[in-house]
């Protein structure tokens, strides 16, 4: 009588611990966001096991059914297509059944889109906010705006590759100076973070790119994150012969903080 909450890869299906291999094993039941996804990690993995799916559209029902199988001894795993159930996906109502009832629930942690992206942003902090995905409306963005500039801390948030470009530029106008990223088919061949101020990456992504995305927004109010140790690397650059303007921009897209404003503090550095 065990509900397994399974992380599983968010694109290399390398990523996957062994630990989460050996509950799709001897789970009795695998409960999948999509079976035919599911199917091709643990065909890549060797692993055979009983399917069945439990989406948005079915979890409801799905509760009712799973819940006193659970209950009376079945061993079940949870996965989605991609990181932790229940996180911006299928598996919450389920989670909050099982506990209801009084079943154990374990969560075998793995693989997650947000950690990797706010990482691989270089706009950490020692806090962060995440927003699930981005409102579909201009007058939903606008409000999320205005909200997180009062944030002084990174927020982290999920896109579709379709409405990217029209929330870029909504951020460009609302949030100007807030360093972002753009963290595209993370762990995939075809990975790319983009990381610059909004006008930047509103310019760069015109056109709706191909792929699972991830935006990452820097500290909201003061310094960003890194500013210091930015303005000291086109001091350093500068001191070695490489021109201020050039030197600026080289340390403005590794970091993120805005171009003028490097080379402008680094004129009285």
């Known amino acids: 009588m065990t509900l397994a909450v399974c992380a599983t890869p968010i694109g290399n299906l390398d990523d996957v611990t062994l630990r989460v291999l050996r509950e799709l094993r001897e789970a009795e039941l695998v409960l999948c966001e999509d079976t035919r996804h599911t199917r091709i990690l643990l065909e890549r993995h060797g692993v055979s096991a009983r399917l069945l799916s439990l989406h948005e559209h079915n979890e409801a029902q799905r509760v009712d059914e799973l819940v006193p199988r659970l209950a009376a001894g079945e061993r079940m795993a949870l996965v989605t297509d991609a990181g932790l159930p229940a996180v911006s996906d299928p598996g919450s109502r389920l989670v909050a059944g099982a506990l209801a009832a009084g079943i154990p629930v374990t969560v075998l942690p793995g693989p997650s889109a947000i950690e990797t992206a706010l990482v691989a942003s270089g706009l950490t902090g020692s806090r962060y906010q995440f927003l699930g995905f981005l409102p579909r409306s201009a007058t939903g963005l606008a409000a999320l705006w205005e909200e997180l500039r009062s944030w002084p801390h990174p927020a982290v948030a999920f896109e579709s590759p379709k409405r990217l470009p029209a929330s870029l530029a909504s951020l460009a106008q609302a949030l100007p100076e807030r360093p972002a990223a753009v963290c595209r088919e993370l762990t995939k061949r075809f990975e ?72 402008r503090e680094s004129l009285s550095s």
């Open 192 to 263: 790319e973070v983009a990381r610059g101020m909004p006008a930047e990456l509103a310019a760069r992504f015109a056109e709706p790119p191909k792929g699972e995305v991830t935006l990452v927004l820097g500290s909201g109010s003061g310094a960003p994150a890194g500013a210091a140790d930015a303005l000291a690397s086109v001091v350093e650059l500068v001191a070695l012969g490489v021109p201020r303007r050039r030197a600026a921009a080289i340390v403005a897209r590794v970091s993120g903080i805005s171009r003028n404003r490097l080379y």
